[in-house]
């Protein structure tokens, strides 16, 4: 059970073009799913806080506008990176609360995005 | 200021050779601590929480410990197979998740 994934698990797109990466929670529902970024031999970076109906919350310092965040079921989250640019070339990862416990986050496999 | 620290960064040892890693952290009001393993290209899974001061947990060669201000993760006898980065979260009081740098850790047959 609490099994996270994500799709594309590898995207390479040319500069100025959108990409949306998803994250679905496949055995039980997420009210709350996370966005993280990490980059190269560093920890994991939080992005943002998806609530499922609402407006996500962002970290300081991400751009709400570049990084889109919808999450319109319990089991579906979206992060669309508009107009992407080199420098957001990383390795996104999304989470999920289980549900089972309060505080435990189970991982999907993360999307590698390369954008030229 | 919350803060989780690692260490150490890496750690190379020989297949059977047990040691443990650290992590120490300063937060407000801790609700949990987590211990997650990422391998190479993948997201982190999941291993442990520890919510209070003295709890142990145990997964086949790995034992999680936790004290007042930092946890341990011993592992027994490694094998290769153990060879991943490890890394620790910890939940402050305000329910924000401070992850540490991970330790990345080569078991050599």
């Known amino acids: 059970g609490a099994v996270v994934s994500q799709h594309p698990s590898r995207v390479i797109c040319k500069s100025g073009t959108s990409v949306k990466i998803e994250c679905r929670s496949l055995?039980?529902?997420?009210?709350?799913m996370f966005w993280y970024r990490q980059f190269p031999k560093k920890s994991l970076m939080l992005m943002a806080t998806?609530?499922?109906?609402?407006?996500?919350?962002?970290e300081q310092g991400v751009e709400k506008d570049k990084f889109l965040i919808n999450h319109a079921s319990l089991t579906l989250s979206t992060l669309t990176v508009t107009s992407a640019h080199p420098e957001d070339s990383s390795f996104y990862i999304c989470?999920?609360?289980?549900?089972?416990?309060?505080?435990?986050?189970?991982f999907g496999p993360g999307t590698r995005l390369t954008v030229l | 200021e919350d803060q989780v620290t690692q260490s150490p960064e890496a750690l190379r040892l020989q297949e059977g050779e047990s040691s443990s890693l650290n992590c120490s952290y300063t937060?407000?009001?801790?609700?949990?601590l987590f211990w997650y393993r990422q391998d190479p290209g993948k997201g982190p899974e999941f291993l442990f929480t520890?919510?209070?001061?003295?709890e142990e947990k145990e997964k086949e060669r790995l034992k999680a410990t936790l004290t007042k201000k930092e946890s341990f993760l011993h592992i027994t006898a490694p094998k290769p197979e153990d060879s991943a980065t490890y890394l620790c979260?910890?939940?402050?009081?305000?329910?924000?998740?401070?992850w540490g740098a991970g330790t990345k850790l080569i078991i050599k047959p």
């Open positions: 989470s999920a609360n289980s549900g089972r416990a309060l505080n435990e986050q189970f």
């Open positions: 055995d039980f529902q997420a009210t709350t």
């Open positions: 998806s609530n499922e109906g609402s407006k996500a919350t962002y």
């Open positions: 937060v407000s009001g801790l609700r949990g």
């Open positions: 520890l919510y209070s001061a003295g």
């Open positions: 979260a910890v939940q402050s009081g305000n329910y924000q998740l401070i």
